[in-house]
Structures are given as structure tokens and as C-alpha cells.
């Protein structure tokens, strides 16, 4: 049997044993929506709780349209146009409208990424900025939450007349989907807020994929993206071939609940029981473009794999680990530090530092083995997980310590599907995933 995985621009082919058995993963997706500059168009017109985008342009003379990063495999090029389109028909003058790159801490996306994810005519006609988190003084303090986070928004941001937000909806590790507030708090939130809001605490608490009821990493979003204001939101749905299947446009609360329904739907698949092994790729390009970002992949496998099973990640990782931030903590990792002993002391502080921290989440309940083109041969050498050259040997190694009668799993899209066993979504925290077994 040979399947293929998402895995780079390209894909990952792998064959499996012929007497193995294994249950792939698809998720049950919808049909794209066809004409899809329409479909933004629609939706802009006939939006969830909320007037027209165009009406509610009229008689604005300054707008930001807050855009993911490079990342986020948004498909901009077709929902940019009809909103451009209505604020230009509502007399909002070009030279007013800013398309402000909601890259959290993330690094600033090139002008090749930006001419690749926009196209040329935006990018030729518009004004077109990076939010930089750590550039304080672009940022202004809006007060506190009731969880005491002090609510830091980009000045730019704050200060245009119209306000819309978009974004990706799809499985998110932290907020339970992403899309809705997190396209504010996150994307176009300074340092401080993000510390505060991906602190060690909160992701030990009730959150993982999928988990939306007393998430209080959502909550606390979703006060600070209040706060700070958001008069329209355009999120969309994708397939594994990157065409939407729904775009969702509104005020930011009811249309976000519409687009995650919509989502859970698209995404989830449940089993009876969980695996022994477990293959998944962090899905694809651009998700796969570091270590840092594929982590997610062995996450999205957790409510799937048994306590003391294999997961087999599959990544490109053309860009090798990640940050230097983040490879400043695995390189304490390295020296014997302990994760969460170092992440929960006193007054520390990494960015990037949570991606670690989810990284010692998957380790404490399953072995993970790597499988990466990209990253140099030494790369993950004194972490606390295993390397193979390919899929093939990492099952092979997998089956010896499992038995031939292991059940096997693979999730060819990675954290693009939620699976669950028997409807648990299970948080990602301290026991969280002994509910699996």
C-alpha cells in the first residue's frame, strides 16, 4: 500500500508493508464553493450579525485589513479582491487602506512571500506592513482582562476607522480553531500580551484542538480582540487542495461560531479505540517549513495514540528548526535541562518558548520519531526523541517494539484533521492524555 503525505509543496509517497493493515485518517471535508471571488463577495454582502461590509465603509476614509502570515495557507489572492472591491465601492480611498501582516512573533514576511500570498496587483496597489511585536512603542495599552493581561495592540491597528480581520479557520492546539479573536490578540498583539497569553500555566490548562467550551486560552483572546475592536471578520474553510469550502464573514463572534461549526464538521473523524502507531505529516507547505511549526502534526496525534505508543512525523523543514529564540531552549534542552522546570521558573521567559513546551507534551506520553529532509543530520541530535532516514524504517522500528499485530494509523494531512476516540477531544495539559489509553 503506498500513501501519500502531505509533506512539503510536492508531497511524500510511502509504502507500507502489504500484510499491514492500517486505518488512514482523511477528513471528511466539503465541496469547495466553486467561484470562489463570488463567494467572498456573497458573504461580504450577506453577512452573520452584521450590516454590509459596504455600508459599514461608507464615510470611512482610513481602513486595515489584518492578513495571516506566510504560515497560514490563506488563499488571498482570492479573498483579498472582493473586499478591497467593496471597501473601494463604499468610497474608502486606496492610499487609506493598510493590509497589516498579523505575524505575532513571528518574522516578517518577505516581499517575495508577500508577492507570492497577494499577487502582484495588491501588492503594487496598497500599503502593506508587518506587525513587529517587539516594537514597543508601536503599541498601545488598552488596560487588563479580568485573567490580568495587560491587552497591548498595534497602534496602527487601533488608530484606522475600520477594522477587519481575517483568516484561516482550521484545528489550533491552543485556542481549539483558529480564525475569530485570535487574528487580533495574537496576530497584532505586542510581546507582553503574547507572553502573558501563551504563559505555561495556560497551556497546562483546558485547551488543545478542537477544545472550545472553557478554553480559557480562547476566552481571554476574545476579551482582548473586544477590547481592542473588530468591525467585520472574514474567515474561510480550505481543503487539502487549498480551495475554500466556506467563507464565513461578520461580526466577529457569530460568524467565527458559524465558521468553527462548520469546521468541526469538515474536520473531525472518530475511532473506537486508540493506535499504537501513529503516521502524520504537520501537514504540508507551509505548515512543514520548521520544526517549530510541525510540532503540531504529533499533537494533532495525541487524542489518537495510545500512552507509551509511536508517532512518526513526517516534515520537509526547508527552513531547519525554527527561531533563534526557540532554538536558544532546545539547546538547553539539550545541555539536561528538564522542559517544564525551566519553562514554569521564576522569570523566565523564551519567545517561542511554547512550542517547547508542546513538544514536552506529546514526549511525556509517547515515543516521537522524526522524519525530515530538511533539517541538517544533527539537528535533533540530545532531544529526547529519535530520527529515521525515512517512514518506512521508522515503522519498521516501530512494529519491533509494538509487535506485528500493532494498530497502525496515518493522518496524511496532520493537524488539518481532528481525530478523536469515541468523541474525546482530551487537553493537552498534565493528564490530559492518560484518558486515551
Not at 209 to 231: K, Q, T, W, Y
Request: with cysteine; charged share 25%; aromatic share 4%.
Amino acid at each position: 500500500m503506498t500513501i501519500r503525505l502531505d509533506h512539503g509543496r510536492s508531497g511524500l509517497d510511502v509504502t507500507l508493508p502489504g500484510d499491514l493493515r492500517p486505518l488512514v485518517l482523511s477528513r471528511p471535508g466539503a465541496p469547495p464553493v466553486g467561484d470562489e471571488l463570488r463567494a467572498v463577495a456573497e458573504a461580504c454582502a450577506r453577512p452573520i450579525g452584521a450590516a454590509a461590509l459596504s455600508e459599514l465603509a461608507r464615510g470611512r476614509r482610513s481602513a486595515v485589513i489584518v492578513i495571516s502570515d506566510r504560515t497560514r495557507p490563506v488563499p488571498y489572492r482570492v479573498v483579498l479582491p472582493p473586499i478591497l472591491d467593496a471597501l473601494e465601492a463604499a468610497g474608502v480611498p486606496r492610499r487609506g487602506v493598510e493590509i497589516l501582516v498579523g505575524t505575532g512573533l513571528h518574522r516578517a514576511s518577505t516581499a517575495e512571500e508577500l508577492l507570492e500570498m497577494l499577487g502582484p496587483d495588491v501588492v503594487s496597489c496598497y500599503r502593506i506592513r508587518n506587525h513587529d511585536a517587539r516594537a514597543d512603542e508601536q503599541h498601545r495599552s488598552l488596560g487588563r482582562t479580568s485573567a490580568g493581561t495587560e491587552v497591548l495592540i498595534d497602534r496602527g491597528y487601533l488608530d484606522a476607522e475600520l477594522k477587519i480581520v481575517t483568516g484561516l479557520v482550521e484545528p489550533h492546539i491552543m485556542a481549539g480553531y483558529s480564525g475569530g479573536a485570535k487574528g487580533v490578540a495574537t496576530g497584532v498583539a505586542a510581546t507582553a500580551t503574547i507572553r502573558r497569553t501563551h504563559g505555561p500555566a495556560m497551556l497546562e490548562s483546558h485547551v488543545g484542538p478542537g477544545i472550545v467550551e472553557g478554553n480559557p486560552f480562547r476566552s481571554d483572546l476574545l476579551e482582548i480582540a473586544r477590547r481592542a475592536g473588530a468591525d467585520f471578520l472574514v474567515n474561510v474553510s480550505i481543503d487539502r487542495a487549498r480551495r475554500l469550502t466556506g467563507v464565513f464573514a461578520g461580526d466577529l463572534v457569530p460568524a467565527h461560531d458559524a465558521a468553527m461549526a462548520a469546521v468541526e464538521r469538515q474536520v473531525c473523524v472518530d475511532v473506537d479505540a486508540p493506535f499504537d502507531v501513529v503516521i502524520t505529516s504537520a501537514g504540508g507547505h507551509p505548515l512543514d517549513l520548521t520544526f517549530y511549526q510541525a510540532i503540531k502534526g504529533p499533537v494533532a496525534a495525541l487524542n489518537l495514540i495510545r500512552r507509551g505508543g509511536t508517532v512518526i512525523l513526517a516534515a520537509e523543514m526547508a527552513e531547519g528548526l525554527g527561531s533563534p529564540d526557540f532554538r536558544g531552549v532546545l539547546d538547553r534542552l539539550r545541555a539536561g535541562e528538564d522542559a517544564m522546570t525551566l519553562l514554569e521558573s521564576p522569570g523566565y521567559f523564551s519567545i517561542d518558548q511554547w512550542m517547547v513546551q508542546h513538544l514536552d507534551q506529546v514526549l511525556r506520553g509517547v515515543s516521537l520519531v522524526v522524519v525530515s529532509s530538511g533539517l541538517e543530520p544533527d539537528a535533533l541530535r540530545g532531544l529526547p526523541l529519535a530520527r529515521a532516514e525515512s517512514v518506512e524504517r521508522a515503522l519498521a522500528g516501530a512494529l519491533e517494539r509494538h509487535g506485528a499485530q500493532a494498530r497502525v494509523a496515518v493522518i496524511p494531512e496532520g493537524p488539518y484533521v481532528l481525530p478523536t476516540v469515541r468523541g474525546r477531544k482530551l487537553p493537552l495539559g498534565r493528564g490530559g492524555h492518560d484518558a486515551a489509553a
